[in-house]
């Protein structure tokens, strides 16, 4: 039967998220060759790995804008929406500078950085301000 733990679904979703960050999010965004070389992957030779970290992040890509297109259309949950978009964009300048500082990243990735400021001023702009 479905949710029939219901009443602990916060302390589950507190539990998933510590354990994730720490696992999964951390260690991908600050040492991803480290936590791939930690998860079994032959580095440099298994060039496979570049296609798994693609896939992954076009995964989620296409659930932010799965997210995106439902509040467009119906209006729910169109703040949390706003708050995931902004942060994307904070995260992703954070990415694209990094990149840039240590010239490890083509010029068309460090051009990205105006995009991803462009779309957090965008972003900030059209913020809905009522529930």
Known sequence: MLGIWSDSAADYLLILTV????????????????????MGWQIPTQTDLTVYFGRCLGAFILILEAVMLRAALTGEAIHMVFELLAATALMMIVVHVYGALRHIQPLSETLEI???AGLMLLTLLFWPLSA
């Open 19 to 38: 354990a994730t960050t720490l696992v999964f999010a951390l260690p991908i965004f600050l040492v991803p060759l480290t936590w791939a070389r930690l």
């Open 114 to 116: 105006a995009f991803y």
